[in-house]
């Protein structure tokens, strides 16, 4: 178990990189506290594999170190970094058995086979693979699979950090609520570092404590799941995190407020930063039904069962809003209601406006 | 609920009398043959199994069995684990990926009676590249129409020359489908390089190795071709494998029956190993 620090790290595939754009990862700086279970959210394609392979040692970083425990192990190869990667396809050794499979990591490092068999026996438990450890790892399930790539890293008592490549990417639905489960139930047994890598944001909020979003190689916002909805730090954080996502309305910006075709919109605070292209973002659950406000055409009314989702369209630009009850008609001329408080102006994708006092 | 139709025997059909034609038809008249006697005039005579117990109790079929059956292991022995190493050495991206392939490919291409006399010329003391240099410059006293040993290798270098790069190829295919997670979570384990070997690659190639060494078992085991115009068979008969025996039997005394009869137990070897050996592969598949 460790502390694990990214310090200044950059990465291109390229040899000679020559801007900011041949970067896959651009200047990445993290701290990944002792035991705790965090997740890497984003798109495909935004450099979160990359960053998991630097961590894992699979790939050198073009710039930066990676540290764990305040010890620099960046030239170090993957098994001298004592962890463990569990990858999107489950990967097993197809002649051995459950159990080989388990000990495998163990005896490669030569330890000695009573302590072996008591690991076995231990991860065996806790993955519920005790009664199919006599059979051939190739004739099981994906889900029985995958759960033998995360015990060949549970069964090594020093690893550092246990990765999670979208390990429930071939897993059946409704397993894969079952598995997710029992991982956060192993990281409450064992405490171990655990980093999970994901594009889908259910898996990423359930599952971490903190969650690191990122988008084309850029870290946008790192915080707890509850941070990440309440207050996102970019717009794409916002649209990207929650259902349907975070609404966008482009806004001008004078006198330190904001209006949106001519109606000044209240907000939680000051604006404090300005950019090129501003814009307003609420979320579509601050969103209400009423008599005043920013006036809209229904376009869609949606009941999803918990709650209606309404879809309006106000001077061109679709808003949605999440209410409880008494939908309006579609086709209605209605006025979206903004609370306030929860009522940001974003300049150039970044927040600018300071946070109310709570 | 799944209807039975029988329409389905008629789109087999076309492939059924083209099978009976090229194959069945052919083989029906040498089961003809190989029951009965001829003195030539297209007359015939039944001889029951008699042809058969002769072929069976021959010293000679035994003698080129024997011969037959040692070419076959020995090939096998050298090409199946050097086209296995070749495939592990080759590169598995870039620009040399191709040129490999095509200098894999290039014997393959080569027709089998060019490739015989090929290495014949090749091998000549007087004037061939390899026998003039092992004779004049390394000193060493080869003779492959007057040596069987040397006869014997030549036969078998040639064809791992020839037939190591189908090996090489199918191994190849093998290799490149295994995903790169399974090299990195070897790694992470700490896996040696044998062990990669043993458990990742070795596994992942199981089937094409299966395939290419009844590939390579039955081509070997019925061989023609390159020995014939290599050797011819000599020096004596050391190098007469069972289709060259065969062949003399049947073209060169005109024994048709016991030479159909050889064909068949011939057949039914060949038929029964490639069985054996493929059913004992794949039996713990799912």
Known sequence: ?358 | MKTENQRAWFFVLPVLVLVAFNALVPLMTVVNYSVQETFGNNQFFWAGLRWFEEILRSERFHAALGRQLLFTVTILIIEIPLGVAIALAMPRRGFWVPVCLVLMALPLLIPWNVVGAMWNIFTLPDIGLLGWTLNNVLGIDYNMTQSPVAAWITVIVMDVWHWTSLVVLLAYAGLISIPEAYYQAAKIDGASNWSVFRYIQLPKMKRVLTIAILLRFMDSFNIYTEPFTLTGGGPGNSTTLLSIDLVKIALGQFDLGPAAAMSLIYFAITLAVSWLFYTLMTRDEP
């Open chain 1, 1 to 358: 178990m460790a502390e694990i620090r990214l310090d200044r790290l950059r990465h291109s595939y390229l040899a000679n990189p020559a801007g900011e754009a041949d970067y896959a990862l651009k200047e990445i700086n993290l701290t990944w506290q002792d035991g705790g279970a965090f997740a890497l959210l984003g798109p495909s394609g935004c450099g979160k594999t990359t960053l998991l392979n630097i961590i894992s040692g699979l790939v050198t970083p073009s710039d930066g170190q990676v540290l764990f425990d305040g010890q620099d192990v960046t030239p170090l190869p993957p098994d001298r970094r004592n962890i463990a990667q569990v990858f999107q396809f489950p990967v097993i050794y197809d002649t051995m058995t459950v159990h080989d499979n388990l000990a495998f990591p163990l005896r490669n490092r030569g330890v000695a086979p009573d302590r072996v068999e008591t690991r076995i026996t231990e991860i065996a438990r806790m993955l519920e693979l005790e009664d199919q450890l006599g059979t051939r790892a190739a004739n099981l399930t994906p889900d029985a699979k995958q759960k033998i790539s995360m015990g060949r890293g549970l069964v090594r008592d020093d690893v550092n950090v246990i990765m999670f490549d979208e390990p429930l990417t071939v897993i059946d639905p409704e397993l894969k609520w079952k598995l997710r489960s029992k991982l956060k139930e192993l990281h409450q047994q064992i405490a171990v570092t655990m980093i999970y890598v994901t594009h889908d944001q259910t898996e990423a909020l359930t599952f971490a404590d903190q969650v690191v979003v990122m988008q084309d190689g850029v870290i946008v916002q790192m915080g707890t799941p509850v941070e990440l909805f309440d207050r996102p730090q970019h717009t794409f954080v916002g649209h990207f995190i929650g259902s349907p996502g975070m609404n966008l309305l482009p806004c001008e910006v004078s006198d330190g407020g904001a209006t949106f075709h001519g109606q000044p919109v209240a907000l939680e605070g000051p604006i404090i930063r300005n950019g090129g292209d501003t814009q307003i973002g609420i979320r579509p659950e601050h969103v209400g039904i009423g008599p005043h406000g920013i006036p809209a055409t229904v376009r869609k009314v949606a009941d999803v069962g918990r709650h209606i989702v309404v879809e309006a369209d106000a001077a061109g630009t679709s808003v949605n809003a999440i209410i409880d009850r008494d939908p309006p008609e579609r086709g209605a001329q209605v006025h979206l209601a903004f609370d306030p408080a929860r009522t940001r102006v974003y300049a150039d994708g970044w927040i600018a406006t300071e946070e109310a006092d709570p």
